[in-house]
């Protein structure tokens, strides 16, 4: 089943806490991007990746990294989180080609204390 | 302005009524147009996809881009309850590689039986 797979599903953390999370494609998309949700607000783009070994910032980028060694796998570093970090974050994937038809993850709810 | 508006709701229809839906945008070289449909605690899901102008129609759903008035539509017939969700506007340029997809706030709808 082609799919877009995170984890955890679910994360609770203090500040300063260094967390990753994972995410992984089996679609052999080369782009790849992280967003966050938050009320009000709707999606955000983080950051993306248009294939191995290059990404680039999104809209809100601040806080975060992102590493892309494999095809696959594109997983979210927070290495310092903090409160305004909290949010629902969604992982995507689409081929680069034939447009901009984002597959997403089931999402990762991160609540930082 | 923002670049994409949609009315958050809350939108409560009967079982059986037909539903509309809305945004409107200001960047007129945005070329892709897509529906995605949000369940409670689930990853957005593409519904519906239109390249540029026209109707699209998909079993009970209809989408309609108007790009004179920069206005796109979502229609479903028939409503049921487990249409019941929030329903996410997106759209981008055309051939542009790792443009962002720019994503409304999300209508909510409630279908009761």
């Known amino acids: 089943e082609a799919q877009v797979t995170q984890n955890p599903r679910y994360l609770i953390t203090v500040t300063g806490k260094k967390l990753t999370v994972t995410c992984s494609q089996n679609?052999?998309?080369?782009?790849m991007s992280w967003y966050r949700q938050d009320p009000g607000l709707g999606l955000r783009q983080i950051y993306y990746?248009?294939?191995?070994?290059?990404?680039d910032k999104g809209d809100v980028p601040e806080g975060y990294k992102v590493s892309r060694k494999e095809k696959r796998n594109f997983p979210l570093i927070l290495e310092s989180p903090s409160p305004n970090q909290t949010s629902l974050y969604f992982c995507a994937s689409r081929p680069l080609a034939g447009g901009d038809i984002q597959y997403f993850g089931a999402g990762t709810r991160l609540s930082v204390l | 302005q923002k670049e994409v508006e949609q009315d958050p709701g809350p939108l409560s229809v009967p079982e059986g009524a037909i539903v509309s839906l809305n945004c409107t945008y200001s960047n007129s070289a945005f070329q892709y147009f897509m529906w995605y449909r949000q369940y409670s605690r689930k990853g957005p899901e593409l519904l519906m996809y239109t390249y540029s102008s026209g109707n699209k129609e998909d079993g009970r759903f209809t989408a309609q881009v108007d790009k004179s008035s920069k206005y796109i539509s979502l229609f479903i017939r028939d409503s049921q309850p487990s249409d019941s969700a929030t329903y996410l506007c997106?759209?981008?340029?055309?051939?542009?590689?790792?443009?962002?997809?720019?994503f409304g706030k999300g209508t909510t709808l409630s279908v009761s039986s």
């Open positions: 990746s248009m294939n191995v070994e290059v990404t």
């Open positions: 997106a759209m981008s340029p055309a051939n542009q590689a790792g443009t962002a997809l720019i």
């Open positions: 679609m052999n998309h080369e782009y």
